[in-house]
């Protein structure tokens, strides 16, 4: 009854309006989780295509799948459109991050002009859209991914569902357009809570040997719509879109990930390259959970990859490389491994395939743990085998560690064994908020209390001396998630600044700096002045006689 | 009709001043700003493209979304450096604020000079602080990006309520409404001005009145 009042041009022109609101919204969302800057160019002469006079660029696939989802449907009431983004890290373990969600209500605004008001406000929703998708915590772990995680997104339609957020998850609105048919309404539910770990128990699987890679297999899980990495990018499709291509030229991977049980983990890759068409073949790839840091990356945008890896031929896809956990393969303090016996003793990163696995070498492994060291890293020949290399490990059952990453922090001295190591074993670890100890226990801050000094030489050694004297013994939880030294390239090359930072950022004291040696060795010199130059003056014919020979 | 005021309060170091102006003024014209118009025979008229691009923060752990307006970023630029620069000169306890004011021109007979009505008044305050080490400016860094996220918020929230925009004019009236010299987009008609204040809000050193665009017609 409430339609009658439109007319049907309107209606048409509403219907119209709401349908490509809904695709550009899925555009900028999902462009916005990238990993990228976005750019696109105004233009003064209207072209005709830009809805609401917005330069959004459509990626193909990003469209196929929201038309996919809205199946010819428009938002309505209990029937939203919802964009769920989530992280997925090198071993597997994924969380929801984010869902942005359109939905309408029944509030309508009867006197509303359709065709100017409303369509004005819409662009002005995606401007508002556009603002808010980069303020949101995602955004910047998405600017980050491609290492250790990578940013997936999902469509779908219907009912939205929150609970995968977390406790505590906060909700911003991004705006609201009334119309004749109902209120138009974008918000976003975005967890805050990063360390929490999934209801699902995460589950082991005993590693595989060999890798399984099965064509065209079906999804298995058809119910579930697939996820798909936001990293995704892909020049000219066959059906005549052309956009400038977005960033420098890259080998394209895409990858489909079916949201998996909490058994088994199925990835798929699908074959994408500049000259093929559209991606539709999938080839699963059945990885191991656990104790494999053997993941895909998928962005192949910085690092190329020989696909020489798993025994496939196909030179098409862009093969992961190892993640040691993702890291700088060169950093020897990578590595923390829960024992059974609750003490720390490291693992080794896994065997590397592909570029990168001549630079492998594996962290230094604490004696008291002999069973879990390999010492090895698996050249790329070995593909075949996916486990630790080693002669220590007995059985597949070893390799059921959490492996997972703590980064030492600037300014904590304290070696890693010693660390404690305490909620080990949550799979998003490195996610765990940094404990900065209060600044007032920082030394740094405040330098302990300097003692009583006779001389004033004294006393400004000391000053110096104590700012290095126990600087990290309260940083024990300090962890770095990522540490991006300004103006540095990315980490590709063995050893660079970054590297060299991390390397070389404790040095030992200089035992000159330290009060005691130091104020012993000034008050030694100052005692033994008397005795030499009561020398030197004993000697003093010989001095002058040196010096007339200068003269 | 009442003009809408609203006031942001930022807290930043030195070095930051600009990209935190820049990130909210630019949110707040992205929202404010459309596409050139294009009038037709029969007083209808079509809109240009706004491109828009992302801008990272060298000094703040941040990024802001901005037309894409060469022109535009260079007019905001200008005003921002004037601005910090005369809270360097100024001594002062590095307090400042800036207003950007939309306005509509009202066209009075002659002799009377036209009028500026503004309709919407953003005001920035800016409260400078000294840091002493690296780590407590590295933390500053994130805090403010993340001061600045909500600040985008709010402003959202406020552009998101619709409340009075200025009809959109007929060709004659255009430029009363919107500033039509950039070539590549159509902000409303605006001006920036700013003032180094003290610690209760009064203006201490001579206000500066930078404007952007001919507003004060004689």
Same mark, same amino acid.
Request: proline share 6%; charged share 25%.
């Given at each position: ?56 660029? &459509? ?33 597997? &373990? ?38 808010? *998708? ?34 505590? %998850? ?103 390259? %500049? ?126 560690? *959490?492996? %997972? ?34 600044? &007032?226990? &920082? ?109 | ?218």
């Amino acid at each position: 009854a409430m339609e009658t009042d439109l007319n049907s041009q309107d209606r048409k022109d509403l219907d119209k309006f709401i349908k490509f609101f809904a695709l550009k919204t899925v555009q900028v969302i999902v462009q916005a989780r990238l990993g990228e800057k976005i750019c696109t160019r105004s233009s003064s002469s209207p072209t005709g295509s830009d809805w609401f006079n917005l330069a959004i660029k &459509d990626i193909p696939e990003v469209t196929h799948e929201a038309k996919k989802a809205l199946a010819g449907q428009l938002p309505a009431v209990g029937r939203s459109m919802c964009v769920e983004i989530s992280l997925k890290t090198s071993e597997g &373990d994924s969380m929801e991050l984010e869902i942005w969600c359109l939905e309408m209500n029944e509030k309508c605004d009867k006197e509303i002009k359709v065709s100017y008001t409303v369509y004005n406000r819409l662009s002005l929703l995606l401007k508002s859209l556009l603002a808010i *998708t980069r303020v949101t915590p995602a955004y910047r772990l998405s600017r980050k991914q491609g290492h250790e995680y990578v940013i997936l997104y999902r469509i779908y339609f219907g009912e939205v569902q929150l609970n995968g957020l977390g406790e505590g %998850f906060q909700t911003v609105r991004v705006g609201t357009v009334g119309t004749p048919v109902g209120t138009i309404t974008l918000s976003c539910a975005y967890r805050i809570n990063l360390a929490f770990m999934s209801t699902r128990q995460f589950e082991r699987t005993p590693p595989i040997m060999g890798i399984i890679i099965d064509h065209f297999v079906d999804r298995p899980y058809p119910s579930s719509s697939p996820m798909h990495p936001c990293n995704y990018r892909t020049t000219g499709e066959d059906t005549g879109v052309t956009y400038p291509s977005v960033e420098d030229s890259q080998e394209v991977c895409t990858t489909s990930f079916s949201t998996s049980p909490p058994s088994q983990c199925v990835f798929t890759v699908t074959k994408a390259h %500049f000259q093929t068409p559209t991606p539709v073949v999938t080839d699963t790839l059945r990885v191991p959970m656990a104790g494999l840091a053997f993941s895909h990356q998928l962005s192949s945008s910085r690092l190329s990859y020989q696909p020489a890896a798993l025994g496939v031929e196909s030179a098409d896809l862009a093969y992961p490389v190892v993640f040691a956990a993702g890291l700088n393969a060169t950093h020897p303090h990578q590595l923390m491994v829960p024992g059974k016996e609750g003490g720390v003793p490291l693992a080794p990163s896994q065997p590397a395939h592909g570029a990168q696995a001549d630079q492998e070498r594996l962290a230094t492994c604490s004696p008291s743990d002999g069973a879990r060291c390999a010492a090895t890293p698996s050249s790329s020949e070995d593909t075949e085998t996916v486990s630790n290399s080693s002669e220590g490990r007995a059985s597949p059952h070893d390799v059921l560690e *959490t492996i %997972f990453v703590r980064k030492v922090g600037a300014f904590v001295n304290k070696p890693i064994n010693q660390v404690t190591l305490t909620s080990l074993d949550i799979p998003f670890a490195m996610f765990a908020p940094k404990n900065l100890e209060l600044e &007032d226990a &920082d030394p740094m801050v405040n330098p302990p209390d300097s003692p009583e000094t006779g001389s004033p030489l004294q006393g400004s050694l000391h000053s110096e001396g104590s700012s290095r004297g126990s600087s990290g013994n309260t940083h024990d939880d300090f962890v770095m998630i990522d540490f991006k030294p300004a103006f540095s390239k990315d980490d590709i090359l063995p050893m660079d600044l970054g590297t060299f930072y991390r390397e070389f950022q404790n040095p030992p004291q200089l035992s000159s700096l330290s009060i005691d040696i130091g104020a012993q060795s000034m008050a030694e010199d100052l005692d033994s002045l008397p005795e030499k130059l009561a020398v030197h003056e004993k000697n003093v014919r010989e001095f002058d006689a040196f010096v007339e020979t200068l003269q | 009709m009442n003009c809408r005021s609203e006031v942001l309060e930022v807290s930043v170091e030195g070095r930051q001043v600009e990209e935190a102006l820049l990130a909210v003024l630019h949110t707040v014209l992205l929202h404010r700003s459309t596409g050139k118009f294009h009038y037709k025979k029969e007083g209808t008229y079509s809109i240009g493209t706004v491109g828009t691009q992302d801008v990272d923060c060298d000094f703040i752990d941040f990024t802001y979304v901005r037309v894409s307006s060469d022109e535009l970023d260079r007019a905001l630029r200008k005003v921002v450096g004037e601005f910090q620069d005369a809270l360097r000169s100024s001594g002062g306890d590095g307090l400042g604020q800036m207003s950007l004011e939309f306005y509509q021109k009202k066209k009075s007979r002659w002799p009377f000079s036209d009028e500026c009505i503004p309709w919407e008044v953003w005001t920035v305050k800016v409260h400078v602080v000294a840091l002493a080490t690296e780590q407590e400016r590295q933390i500053c860094r994130e805090k403010v990006g993340e001061k600045l996220c909500e600040k985008i918020i709010n402003i959202v929230e406020v552009m998101n309520r619709h409340e009075y925009l200025p009809k959109m004019p007929t060709q004659s009236e255009v430029d009363n409404v919107f500033d039509t010299g950039l070539r590549d987009v159509q902000p409303y008609l605006y001006k920036i001005s700013f003032q180094i204040t003290d610690a209760l809000g009064t203006s201490v050193t001579t206000t500066m009145r930078r404007l952007i665009k001919d507003t004060l017609a004689l």
